[in-house]
């Protein structure tokens, strides 16, 4: 810990006289993020146990997904079910460091219980800190009631929230929601670590806490956002001490995609809904040099809201040790979304020859950022042999000009067809993924896309699914912080307007949370845009089919979709008739 006088590193101009209003803290001038050292990991660790006789715990992580969602096809969903890839590497940095730490997802918990209480549940357990990730935007809602609950139950309980959307709205969060004691923003390891061991000792001054906004006496304190793990820290993470989450092995094998399908059982889910394969995503590394212009973390966006300015690659030994890891806890397939550099694929290379070296068999579904070169293509082919491994390639629109627009790696559809021609010459199969609906698109670019994607279906064996998903308004992103710039309208500016829209039932199939006005020329307000936008969807881009795996044409989609429907209905029908 750096020795400074924390009462002499408020900077004076963000030293406002209104209550609540915050306070900005200057950085520690001795470089805080070399401060906490990082214990050395090594080899897959036994979670130590709990002090004997005690049930207690110090710290608890709440991961509390979106639980309200509908759509037609699959009726009522839990949506956002995996835990930030990042979420296990601190609670297992917290129980190195001697602080007890559990994980709960009470997606999870709903599954196994649906009587779970999780404020029984902490009261029981009784930690210091309950930290909750509000990551993803949907969980706005739904973590911030469970934080009053926390609350109100437990007042003298420490509650801590973090993730991208708890950090990019820290201020607003912090301003409106009184239960929340601070927020960490951006990366947390150190933090959190310094956060846990001040509280343990009693302390109530937090300005040397890196990233952590938080309260002293009535006013909200900013302290600078100065620590991003390095190369060094991030290997010394481990992001797979599953035992730390509370009924692991149902979320290792039930949770196969963000949505849960509440009226079937988690056996059903996992036949009808998911790859039928545990997926383990895989942390290669951080950050992304280009700047899509719906993400939220793109270069620019992630600088603004995590402080990251450059890509971290992750060791390939420490890769290499977290995938086996991951398969001696019975994972099957790893998702890697993480291509910062699609043309100069050397470090998959080193990855996969090492794979190869220690002949781990495992299935692989790898997200391109661009479009993968050919040593790429066969490296993976030589490495994932099997039939569910696959290279993902996200063209989003027909219309090479918009995609130019709107894509950080853009591409021109003839570079495109070279690619898809490399996969089906070197047997690689093919997942591709369209949107619509996107800023300066008019109806006759929607045309070019469906023309894309007819002419790919035809042309190529390899090519398993062909989805178009709708984009979503994310915090942070270009369209959010300039909605103007992209003639895009949108009521979600702040963080209270996030809470409030995920407070129903809105899908993120289908809702998008802004609209165009001049896309069609005739929609009026954003319920008239998505309307419009889904009977597009339903009639040129449905994809939905009885494999999770293969995608169907739009004439089978609808089908199936018309089927599904009848089969809740008869369904809701039935379950209403009973006692
Ligand atoms: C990899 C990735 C994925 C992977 C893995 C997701 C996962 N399990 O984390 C996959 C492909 C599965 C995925 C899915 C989705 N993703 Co994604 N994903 C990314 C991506 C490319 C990288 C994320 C990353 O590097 N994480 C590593 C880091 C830094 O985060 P982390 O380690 O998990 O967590 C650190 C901090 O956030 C913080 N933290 C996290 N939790 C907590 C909790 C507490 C208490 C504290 C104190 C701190 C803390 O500390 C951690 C360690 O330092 C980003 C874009 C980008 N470049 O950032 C989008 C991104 C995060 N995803 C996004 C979205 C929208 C989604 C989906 C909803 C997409 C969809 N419609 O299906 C789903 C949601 C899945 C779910 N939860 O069920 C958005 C989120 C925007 C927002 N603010 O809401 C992003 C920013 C992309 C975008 N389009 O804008 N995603
Ligand atoms: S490539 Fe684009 S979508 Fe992917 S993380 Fe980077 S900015 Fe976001």
Redesign the pocket.
Known sequence: MGKLDPFDSIQAPCLRTEKNAPLRVNPEPLGLSGSTELAEVSGRRQTPSLRPGSRRVDFI?LHV?KLTNYYRPINDFI?????????L??ADLLQRHGISTEVVHTGVEWIEDRHFSVIDYIREKAPRIV?????????SYDVIEVVKKVKAAMPSVYV?????????FHEEIMNNFDGVDG??R????V??LELANALSQGKGDLFSIPNLTWRRKGRILINPLSYV?SEKELNN?SFTNFPLLKNYPTYIRY?G???YVKGVSKEKNFWMYSLKSPIY?L?V????PVQ?T?????RS??ET??G?KEVTFRSVERVLQSIKEAVSYGYETF?I??DPYPQRPQYFLDLFSRLREEKIKMECFF?CFGLPSIHFIKSFKATFPGPKSLIALSPEVGSETRRKIHKGYAYSNQALMKTLDQMEANGVFCDLFFTLGVPFEKEADIVQTIQLQKMIRERYSNVRGIRT?T??M????PWHLDPEEYGVKTSLHHFMDFYHYHSGDKS?FSSLGYWIPDYFGEEKDEKGFEEALQKIKCRHFCFIHPEARKSSTPFWGRRLCDLSSLFWKIKGLVSHRKP
């Open positions: 992580f997904p949506w956002i079910n995996f835990l930030p890839m990042g979420l590497g601190l930290a909750i990730d509000l990551h993803w935007h949907h969980q801590l929230l973090g993730g991208y959307t708890a950090s990019f927020i960490i951006g990366e947390a390891e933090p959190i793990a993470i949770i995609q963000p949505f995503h942390t590394g951080r950050g992304c899509c719906w993400c939220g973390g793109g966006s992630l809201i995590t990251r998702h979304c993480f997200e998903f984009i979503e994310e915090p942070g992103s993120a």
